[in-house]
């Protein structure tokens, strides 16, 4: 007894680490603590992202403070937007690492996690840099009798399919054959598709490619201050989109996760510091 406390005690090898004095850490005070709601404590037992819960013979669950801070970690780690398949990969392994208790390489890995966002922000700004370029010789013309939507499609390594969508999305205009009503993509049209491919790939949305394009076409970006407004509409939302992605504002939900990625390395330094 500790205080009038049970000292519940459970070691490495049965799967947790840390002593806590208490009567019983229940799933309700491990979300309350975590912020979450108690059922997301127990999802995240079921999926793996906190260690095996032991029971009491009550069938109580017996948590300790390894697993409050690996539900810290977790939350920490999931909350927010979308933030694109190779951030969230990075952050599911981590999860799962500390959830082992492999505490030295979660911290390694919490490292090298701020190094994958910092190579998507990379690509991102890259890919705004090279729209900046575009936007400055976007207004030549198409002349002759241009490519057919197959040829297109083979030329950018893309699916018709995909091609049509973003025709009827709006983010390109595609003059026809007058003769036989047949797409003819010119310089002008190909030239948009070759940014608007290069944007999707390192994960703008098309809603913010449209509302970037949209402001383009209708002057609305000057030639003085191009390269940062493009960058604006790219990363700002319209008033008028009431629901919207993380990819609709990237640069921003890059920055966020940079700044959380440095928040997970501070969490697991102190998860190793306290655990191994």
């Not at 009491?56 to 539900?71: F, I, N, V």
């Not at 390594?157 to 009503?181: A, C, K, Q, Y």
């Not at 493009?230 to 990819?247: F, G, K, N, W």
């Amino acid at each position: 007894m500790v205080g009038g406390q049970v000292a519940w005690s459970f070691s490495k090898d049965n799967g947790l680490m840390g002593t806590m004095p208490f009567n019983r850490l229940s799933t309700a005070k491990v979300a309350k603590a975590a912020g979450c709601h108690p059922n997301t404590v127990r999802l995240y037992e079921q999926i793996g992202f906190i260690a095996p819960v032991p029971r009491s013979p009550k069938g109580y669950r017996l948590y300790t403070e390894a697993h409050l801070d690996q539900m810290r970690l977790a939350r920490k780690g999931m909350e927010g937007g979308w933030p694109g398949y190779n951030i969230r990969r990075s952050i599911t392994a981590l999860i799962h690492l500390a959830a082992g208790q492999d505490y030295a390489r979660a911290f390694e890995h919490a490292c090298q996690h701020l190094q994958v966002v910092r190579a998507e922000q990379a690509q991102a700004e890259a890919a705004a840099e090279f729209l900046h370029h575009w936007a400055q010789g976007s207004s030549q013309t198409g002349v002759g009798p241009g490519l057919q939507i197959r040829e297109v499609a083979q030329l950018l390594d893309i699916s018709v399919d995909r091609l049509r969508n973003w025709e009827r999305s709006g983010l390109v205009s595609v003059p026809r054959n007058p003769n036989n009503r047949y797409r003819q993509y010119h310089a002008p049209q190909i030239g948009r598709l070759r940014v608007i491919r290069l944007l999707r790939q390192v994960g703008y949305s098309p809603m913010a490619i449209l509302r970037m394009l949209l402001q383009l076409d209708q002057g609305a970006i000057s030639d003085l201050n191009s390269a940062e407004e493009l960058r604006h509409a790219l990363d700002t939302p319209r008033p008028d989109e009431d629901v919207y992605s993380a990819a609709d504002h990237w640069l921003s939900t890059l920055a966020e996760q940079e700044q959380r990625a440095h928040e997970l390395i501070a969490l697991t330094a102190e998860m190793l510091q306290k655990y191994a």
